[in-house]
């Protein structure tokens, strides 16, 4: 398998193992609730403030195949399902943001817009040359940045419009969790780029978009390497790459704005929630049994909703006594 499939799979598989965070390695939270009904490889959850609702994305089926099966699930912040299958007739959704009231999502090669009043799906955009879209970010002015993991590429869509914002080298490392922040746009990457990416082609898809089952890797069984992915924050006009984070950090997933100048992230590799201050500075808030993906956060409850995408749930934790 190319190292860019492994490491795919390795972030796309942490999750294997249940959900409740009982290793020694961090502290343990309690769920304030769990779903374990309705979700199909659950990999994103974002919370709309404008609907007080949190949209959860299933890929139902393998990672890149275009099979017409993904879905989005609408909840309430108390756990309530309103609608398991609220969108249907994606391929394999991945992150999830908002502009307004319009949704968006990362689905293989392109964005989705839905409207959040309606329910409905109002414009696939192609993003040209894309292979693995994975996590999505969006600013106040209607831009839409997206992470392709395969090509280590951000992409900048806005207009019906796709363009790379910045790829190669300039990335440094494999992509994969995006925030924008004012001016910022942060990135959080699983570890080091493949060879060839950003040049135009990417390797072969990991062994779950191939409809392969892949052996459960290190990571899912409690063990695995050492975390190696970092934070990185480009400006968004000038494209100026900065470094948040000197050490590794992990296979970073999901990323959010504690509301403090600081960072809540989590590493699907690693099987943890991080805290990452403005200065660079990590702590653990929770270890997993398995790794949690994109989550989303209530910021006025301290409330993070993390999907575990192989035990096909979403749980939600309380993390006002752990961010003091």
């Keep these: 398998m190319a190292r860019c499939s492994l490491v795919i799979v390795v972030a796309l598989t942490a999750s294997l193992s249940g959900q409740a965070p009982t290793s020694p390695d961090g502290p343990t939270l309690t769920p304030l609730w769990n779903i374990t009904t309705d979700f199909a490889s659950p990999e994103s959850a974002y919370y709309h403030a404008g609907s007080n609702a949190i949209y959860v994305s299933s890929i139902n089926g393998q990672i890149l195949e275009k099979d017409g099966n993904g879905y989005i699930s609408k909840l309430l912040p108390d756990g309530k399902v309103v609608s398991a299958k609220w969108v249907t007739g994606l391929n394999a959704p991945k992150g999830i943001r908002s502009v307004g009231n319009t949704l968006w999502v990362a689905d293989i090669d392109e964005v989705v817009s839905i409207d959040i009043k309606k329910g409905q799906v109002k414009e696939h955009v192609k993003v040209d040359g894309a292979q693995f879209l994975n996590d999505l970010a969006t600013a106040s002015d209607g831009t839409v940045y997206v ?72 990571q899912a069984r409690g063990r695995g390497p050492a975390p190696n992915g970092h934070l990185f924050a480009f400006d968004r006009k000038t494209k100026l790459r900065t470094r948040i984070t000197v050490e590794p950090v992990g296979g970073i997933d999901g990323i959010e704005s ?6 809540l992230v989590t590493d699907v590799v690693g099987q943890r929630l991080l805290h990452v201050t403005a200065a660079g500075t990590v702590t653990v808030l929770a270890k997993f049994a398995a790794g949690g993906a994109d989550f989303g956060y209530i910021a006025k409850t301290r409330t993070a909703v993390v999907p575990f995408l192989f035990s096909n749930s979403v749980a939600a934790y309380d993390l006002t006594g752990s961010l003091k």
């Design 258 to 263: 504690d509301g403090q100048g600081g960072l």
């Design 147 to 218: 992470s392709d993991s395969n090509l280590s590429r951000i992409y900048a869509v806005k207009d019906g419009k796709s363009s790379v914002f910045v790829e190669g080298a300039t990335v440094v490392e494999q992509p994969n969790g995006l925030l924008v922040d004012g001016d910022q746009l942060i990135l959080g990457t699983i570890g080091p780029a493949p060879r060839g990416a950003g040049a135009g082609r990417g390797p072969a898809p990991p062994a779950a978009a191939r409809g392969d089952a892949p052996t459960p890797p290190a």
